[in-house]
């Protein structure tokens, strides 16, 4: 029996994903969206070892999830997506099969790219008999593709780790080039030229990172706010909001800035 991959969900996350896995194994594509589909497949007929969930968080998540491994009975269930704590706990109690939780890093526009230059860190419960079955798969698999891994020791700090010290974080340290920002402007002095300052305590000591003062856009700093049950982190949002109505160009400001370390915060 032909077993494969199946990627499921081939938007900016799965689609890079299906890209990687298809290059080194035998790997079939499932959207809704039948036109992001590479081809049609024949449920009856597909071996699936690991199911790959790429689709977006959801109230439904949960029930999603246990729809698709009811229609296609995979051996072992990776979820890729970012996802509220506690999900895959949740749903390991549901299910019988081992199910990793693999959270994603990189940008959108050179995901593929980043999928290798970042280790994948993964997650598994030791609850499930499989654990170390899969782990060992999950491993060859990547390391198959390229790419190098790490074992977290539960699925709840992965989740945790993407939302808190990636995406907001990351807000956070946007917030703070937009408040710097708006005091330059307030006393019309160059923000780059104040920022030099910190250039050198920058780089012998790491901890005055200089961040371009864009609008927070996009579809993950901002939205992975709502997974997370944490009134102090919507300050990231509020902030962002302020900073949109007192700096008139800050949705386009990202257009004109000249540097050579211009960063994007469409992500």
């Known amino acids: 029996m032909n077993k494969q991959n199946l990627v499921v969900g081939l938007g900016e996350i799965g689609k890079p994903i299906f890209h990687l896995l298809s290059n080194n194994t035998q790997t079939s594509g499932y959207d809704l969206n039948p036109k992001l589909m590479p ?4 449920v009856k007929n597909l071996h699936i070892s690991f199911l790959h969930v790429c689709i977006p968080f959801s109230n439904k998540f949960e029930s999603n999830v246990i729809s698709l491994y009811k229609k296609f009975k995979p051996e072992i269930i990776v979820i890729h997506s970012t996802i509220s ?7 390991q109690k549901k299910l019988s099969v081992p199910i990793i939780y693999s959270a994603t890093r990189g940008v959108h526009k050179r995901m593929l790219q ?6 994948k860190f993964f997650a598994v419960s030791k609850d499930v008999p499989q654990h170390k079955t899969a782990t060992q798969k ?3 698999l990547m390391h198959k593709c390229d790419v190098k891994t790490r074992q977290i020791s539960n699925p709840l700090t992965l989740e945790l780790a993407k939302i808190v010290v990636d ?3 990351y807000g956070w340290l946007i917030n703070y080039a937009q408040l710097s920002n708006m ?3 307030k006393h019309t002095v160059n923000y780059d030229e ?17 961040m371009f003062p864009g609008f927070i856009g996009g579809h993950c700093v901002i939205p992975n706010l709502s ?8 300050q990231i949002d509020r902030i962002n909001n302020i900073y949109s109505k007192k700096v008139k160009d800050a949705k386009s400001i990202n257009k004109k800035y000249d540097t050579s370390k211009k960063q994007s915060y469409d992500v």
Do not use: C, Q
């Open 39 to 42: 081809k049609p497949i024949d």
């Open 85 to 91: 704590p506690y999900t895959t706990e949740k749903l």
């Open 114 to 119: 980043d999928l290798k230059r970042y280790t």
């Open 138 to 140: 999950f491993v060859k």
């Open 167 to 169: 995406t907001s974080y």
């Open 183 to 185: 005091i330059a402007r």
């Open 194 to 210: 104040m920022w030099s300052f910190a250039d050198e305590i920058h780089k012998f000591l790491g901890n005055r990172p200089k």
């Open 227 to 234: 997974l997370i049950n944490e009134e102090s982190l919507w």
